[in-house]
């Protein structure tokens, strides 16, 4: 039972991590970051961004995914499979490749199946909404695996929303500010080549906070990944632990399947039970 419940808690966590916004590697040559040098135009800057952003139409991947929760760590292996802009899938993976959660995410909905105790969970993104205190957005949690910059609740960063980011170019890295309806604010930073380095969310009294640290950029594909991403949850500014995820193959542009069948006798659960599940495993 007590492995039951590490389990639980690293799939809960690594869900409300993606929650919060949402809210073979070919070569091992390693990219390094890069500081930044004379200031561009701001449309030139954000231009260059986008051109320079990961490129894929389907990405495969395998990762070992630690958390980092005090008292509860643990590591697993995790298979991601995505289709550009439709839908994604993380499979947990702990030993011999034997899957036992699944989490399915589309542009309207999120589905968990918990092979170990028989039982899904299954809602729409418009339902999740009035439970957490974020919008709810498939590309932006999308944008968080593959390195891109976003704008909160956009599907894409278009030219024509260039004027809603706040852009500091002093220092190494340039910093890119914005906020959405909810009053969530959003802060990234980004190297002298435009590669994203992190993500920081957070609300707007503090309370809660996101980081998203990316490192270790490789060539895959012909073009940088960051094969190690530091995800950091905080609440009331102290640090509640995190999730950190190395990379060891990535794959784009391949066939990939991305199917979530749920068995019949599967028990269905609400996200309010999860959550409810979650605080249990922490006592």
């Given at each position: 039972m007590k492995n039951v419940s590490k389990y639980i808690v690293f799939c809960v966590a690594l869900y409300t991590a993606m929650l919060f916004v949402l809210f073979g590697c070919k070569s091992s040559q390693k990219v390094a970051t890069v500081e930044a040098g004379e200031a561009k135009a701001h449309a030139?800057?954000?231009?260059?961004?986008?051109?320079?952003?990961?490129?894929?139409?389907?990405?495969?991947?395998?990762?070992?995914?630690?958390?980092?929760?005090?008292?509860?760590?643990?590591?697993?292996?995790?298979?991601?499979?995505?289709?550009?802009?439709?839908?994604?899938?993380?499979?947990?993976?702990?030993?011999?490749?034997?899957?036992?959660?699944?989490l399915f995410f589309d542009q309207d909905s999120v589905k968990i199946i918990d092979r170990m105790s028989r039982r899904y969970l299954a809602e729409s993104h418009v339902k999740l909404k009035g439970q957490?205190?974020?919008?709810?957005?498939?590309?932006n949690l999308?944008?968080?695996?593959?390195n891109h910059l976003f704008y909160p609740g956009e599907?894409?960063?278009a030219p024509a929303l260039y004027h809603r980011f706040l852009l500091n170019q002093e220092g190494n890295?340039?910093?890119?500010?914005?906020?959405?309806?909810?009053g969530l604010s959003y802060l990234f930073t980004a190297d002298g080549e435009e590669k994203l380095l992190s993500t920081y969310v957070t609300d707007k009294a503090e309370n809660f906070a996101l980081q998203w640290i990316y490192s270790d950029f490789r060539i895959t594909e012909e073009q940088p990944f960051p094969m190690r991403?530091?995800?950091?949850?905080?609440?009331?500014?102290?640090?509640?632990?995190?999730?950190?995820?190395?990379?060891?193959?990535?794959?784009?542009?391949i066939p990939v399947q991305i199917e979530v069948t749920i068995p019949e006798k599967y028990k269905r659960v609400t996200f309010a039970e999860i959550m409810k599940m979650f605080g249990s495993s922490n006592e």
């Open positions: 030139e800057f954000f231009d260059s961004m986008q051109e320079r952003a990961f490129r894929f139409e389907t990405l495969s991947a395998r990762m070992n995914a630690e958390i980092l929760i005090p008292g509860k760590e643990m590591s697993s292996r995790v298979d991601l499979k995505m289709v550009r802009d439709s839908a994604f899938i993380l499979s947990v993976q702990p030993a011999l490749g034997i899957e036992i959660f699944r957490m205190p974020v919008g709810f957005n498939y590309n999308q944008s968080l695996f593959v599907n894409r960063v890295s340039a910093e890119i500010r914005a906020k959405d309806a909810m991403m530091d995800i950091n949850l905080f609440a009331e500014k102290a640090s509640k632990g995190g999730l950190r995820l190395n990379f060891s193959r990535v794959q784009t542009n």
